[in-house]
């Protein structure tokens, strides 16, 4: 398929969260040209900003040679729930993240967090490299992107023990009032296309409670694209579409809502 997406969206957009290193944009993969072709499309229209988010030390590195590559890429990295080898030395892999995290391009430390859902390695080894991770990012000051997934509870248990470390919540998919106590907290939340989905009507009533100072919107593609893009290759162009639900559910125009997360995103990467 060759990539033509028409921009509709006026209004500049800043993708909170994306991974244009996953192989689903390589070149001979579903998208003619891969993201060699994509990311120059979307930069020369509405996308001003992506912060592309690392797992591992591999795909961490991949991460920051995008930022290289696109003045309009930044990166995160961080070792990711999933990605962490249990057998692997914690403090020699810190050490290999300290060095990524001391590129001027690298703005935050993540995705970190914790996830139940695909509980591929043990709870205990997911909590200990988080807590690790937010060490880290308190000895650097630098803000966290947190994945949470059907691991609330125990994420909210452990962030209550670095209250000086601020962080975006990514795709958020928690309660109001984890909503509400990561707002008072400091913390920036950013929704994804999810918010489009039919049968996230509880997710749609909490977006508007967030403030309109700490909301953001991603897309954490190629997953999660929005509706009436459900199930095909996500990308920070259909990001209009997840503005524009979020837009209805303020009760705002999109240009103010896009207005008020660009600024936000910008705030919160120090860009
Ligand atoms: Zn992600």
Redesign the pocket.
């Known amino acids: 398929m060759k990539f033509d997406f028409e921009p509709k969206s006026a209004y500049p957009l800043f993708d909170s ?3 244009y290193n996953d192989s689903r944009f390589d070149a001979c993969a579903e998208i003619e040209g891969g993201r060699e072709a994509v990311l120059p499309a979307l930069f020369s229209g509405a996308v001003k900003y992506i912060v592309n ?1 690392g ?1 591992n030390l591999k795909t961490n590195a991949e991460s920051i040679a995008l930022a290289e590559k696109y003045p309009g890429i930044y990166a995160a990295v961080g070792i ?1 729930p999933e990605d962490i080898d249990p057998a692997a030395d914690i403090e020699e892999t810190m050490d290999a993240l300290r060095v990524q995290l001391a590129h001027p391009k690298v703005r935050a430390l993540g ?1 970190i967090g914790l996830d139940y859902y695909w509980d591929n390695v043990p709870r205990e080894v997911q909590k200990l490299w988080l807590r690790r991770q937010l060490e880290l990012a308190r000895e650097l000051s630098m803000p966290v ?1 947190i ?1 949470d997934r059907d691991a609330h509870g125990d994420i909210m248990d452990i962030l209550r023990d670095y209250p000086d470390v601020k962080g975006e919540f ?2 958020f998919s928690a309660s109001g009032e984890i909503a509400r106590q990561l707002v008072n907290r400091g913390w920036y939340i950013s929704f994804s296309g999810v918010i489009t989905f039919k049968n996230a009507s509880r997710l749609a009533e909490i977006v508007p409670t967030v403030p309109l100072d700490r909301v953001m919107i991603e897309t ?1 593609c190629p ?1 999660l694209a929005p509706v009436p893009y459900r199930g095909k290759i996500n990308h920070s162009g259909l990001m209009e579409y997840t503005a524009a639900r979020a837009a209805e559910l303020y009760g705002i125009t999109v240009e103010a809502f896009c207005r008020h997360a660009f600024e936000n995103s910008v705030r919160f990467f120090g860009i």
């Open positions: 969260h994306a991974h988010a797992t990711h995705e992107v994945h990514h795709s954490d997953y």
